[in-house]
């Protein structure tokens, strides 16, 4: 757990980055701190390991104010990623992720033993542990940065704008593999950016601060988008914020019903109806149109998963049908957006 | 080069010349070598304390515009050491050195990125271990650069302090002179050469083996 108490940074040129700061982050969540630039979000987490430290007020790790304690013997127990990965360019990939572990004093023989757990726990090949970080890719770079914050397996995780360098795709995959590791890892981790749409996917609670150093409001991302605080945050979280939060509402209560399938590659007639097209494992291909032309599908969602899913595969398919899947791909059934709709207007009830 | 194979012919004048080689060898590189060290220290003041910074860089452009033989010629003078002692050579060839190398040392420094030497503090490195681990390693193709300028230089301004008495190859050139014998002269000028360009040549291959990171880019 980590406790800001009344905490305010005020830098010697007279601005305050972070004013008043009371919020606390849960063990074993990811908060995330987001912001427009100059709201304090990257001070307030570099209080955590006292690369900064506050003006006034007090920042406490597991109930230890950090003040009493050596600042680098702190750090070493509390994994970062910063900005662009910060990898040193003259060690090689197993190197990096060594730092800390030999740092503290492991011998290299085990420190690298470690390094290379943690490059198959990122999902990186280990033949790249020999190589330097200029060789990698910006996201392998990520994963490295990732790693080497895991290496003597703190209890807490700062990430000072982790993804914001590599292309947005990519960035998804990073936030995915995150959320991976985080279901496994269960750390403490306190995750700093400036996108709003990566603060609501990574978030379990999200904290909107204000230019000025002004915590906005510190909530599940659901109730910032349903519920927010004032015009700032409302504007912060931007526009379709009313689709957005179908996110968090999931789809179990949307029945679905059958539809005609049609063998792939098997002839086709003209009919009334339009029919899906299923490969032999019965995963949706694409669609027949009534005239017999084929149609490539829309977006498809799994059964269960978030009803914002099921809205855009209805609004997608060129049948009007949406396509529901099961786990493995195979098809499970399609609904309208129509259906759709009445459970999210049951759910207001 | 009738007159050079009789000069080289004598083994006396033989013995003669390793020893002025050795000579020089010694009268240039031990400057290389302190200066560097001295240099890096230097240089992390510079890149410490911002005010010491503009003082030192200054101070190294005049040093440098100092000519040598009034630099060999002084320092007796400065630190009361025999006008023919070999370390006034030493000193004056050091101080050269240290200013020529005080500035791509702060500037190397200065340009290591800032959120690597971030990542450094944030994984609990404490100041001078990161120095030596971090900022001093990523410094060293720009220090490498500076120091083969160095050992050139040095290697030719060690034939200066001839004039002065101090040994090594230049006394070649004052003797050739004085005897109007073009042979110690041509002689003397091979060996220069030949020890900057060895010497080159194994900086190239200590700068290489410390810093295999610099070329893995173009491995790619």
């Not at chain 1, 305010?8 to 982050?25: E, H, M, P, Y």
């Not at chain 1, 001070?43 to 009493?68: E, F, H, K």
């Not at chain 1, 726990?121 to 790249?128: R, T």
Request: glycine share 10%.
């Amino acid at each position: 757990m980590i406790e800001f108490r009344d905490v305010t940074k005020r830098f010697d040129d007279g601005t305050t980055a972070v004013n008043g700061l009371d919020l606390v982050v849960e063990a074993g969540t990811i908060t995330v701190f987001v912001g427009p630039s100059g709201c304090g979000k990257t001070t307030s987490l570099r209080m955590v390991n006292r690369m900064i430290d506050p003006t006034s007020g007090t920042v406490l790790v597991d109930g230890r104010d950090v003040s009493g304690v050596d600042p680098p013997t702190l750090r070493r127990g509390i994994g970062y990623v910063i900005q662009q990965a910060g990898l040193f360019p003259h060690r090689t990939v197993l190197d990096n992720v060594a730092t800390v572990p030999l740092l503290t004093g492991w011998t290299r023989r085990k420190a690298r033993q470690r390094a290379a757990e943690l490059l198959e726990l990122v999902g990186l090949p280990a033949e790249l542990g020999r190589r330097y970080p200029v060789q990698l890719s910006g996201g392998q770079q990520q994963r490295v940065g990732v790693a080497r914050a895991l290496a003597a397996d703190p209890p807490v995780l700062l990430m000072d704008e982790p993804f914001s360098a590599v292309d947005p795709v990519v960035r998804e995959g990073l936030q995915d593999e995150l959320l991976r590791l985080q279901a496994e890892l269960d750390k403490t981790i306190v995750f700093v950016t400036h996108d709003i749409d990566e603060a609501i996917k990574v978030g379990e609670k999200v904290a909107v601060m204000r230019t000025g150093g002004f915590l906005a409001q510190y909530a599940p991302p659901a109730e910032l988008l349903t519920r927010p605080a004032d015009d700032f945050v409302a504007a912060f979280v931007g526009k379709d914020r009313g689709y957005r939060s179908l996110s968090f509402v999931d789809s179990s209560g949307v029945e679905v019903a059958e539809v005609p399938t049609v063998a792939e590659g098997a002839p086709v007639e003209s009919s009334s109806d339009w029919r899906l097209v299923v490969d032999a494992e019965k995963r949706p291909q694409g669609w027949i149109a009534p005239d017999a032309s084929v149609v490539p599908g829309g977006s498809l969602y799994e059964v269960g998963a978030s009803i914002r899913g099921a809205l855009d595969a209805a609004l997608s398919s060129p049948s009007g049908l949406g396509v529901a899947v099961d786990g493995e791909g195979r098809l499970a059934g399609v609904v309208t957006a129509r259906q759709v709709l009445d459970v999210i207007e049951s759910r207001r009830g | 080069m009738g007159d050079i194979g009789k000069y080289l012919s004598d083994a006396g004048t033989r013995a003669a010349l390793l020893d002025m080689l050795l000579d020089h060898v010694y009268l240039s590189l031990v400057p290389l070598v302190v200066s560097v060290v001295l240099a890096i220290a230097l240089g992390w003041l510079c890149h410490r304390f911002r005010p010491v910074n503009a003082t030192l860089i200054g101070l190294s452009n005049v040093v440098y515009t100092i000519p040598s033989l009034a630099l060999f010629a002084i320092i007796p003078a400065v630190i009361g050491t025999q006008v023919l002692d070999p370390a006034n050579v030493i000193i004056a060839l050091t101080v050269y050195t240290t200013a020529l190398l005080v500035r791509p040392v702060a500037e190397a420094l200065a340009a290591v990125p800032a959120h690597i030497t971030a990542a450094a503090t944030a994984m609990g490195f404490r100041p001078l271990r990161r120095f030596f681990s971090v900022e001093l390693p990523l410094a060293v193709p720009v220090l490498a650069a500076g120091v083969r300028v160095g050992s050139v230089s040095n290697i030719s301004l060690v034939s200066v302090g001839a004039l002065i008495g101090t040994g090594g190859l230049g006394t070649l050139f004052t003797d050739g002179f004085r005897q109007r014998y073009l042979a110690p002269i041509i002689i003397g000028i091979v060996l220069t050469l030949v020890l900057a360009l060895v010497v080159d040549l194994l900086l190239v291959l200590l700068r290489d083996r410390l810093t295999p990171w610099a070329r893995a880019g173009e491995r790619l």
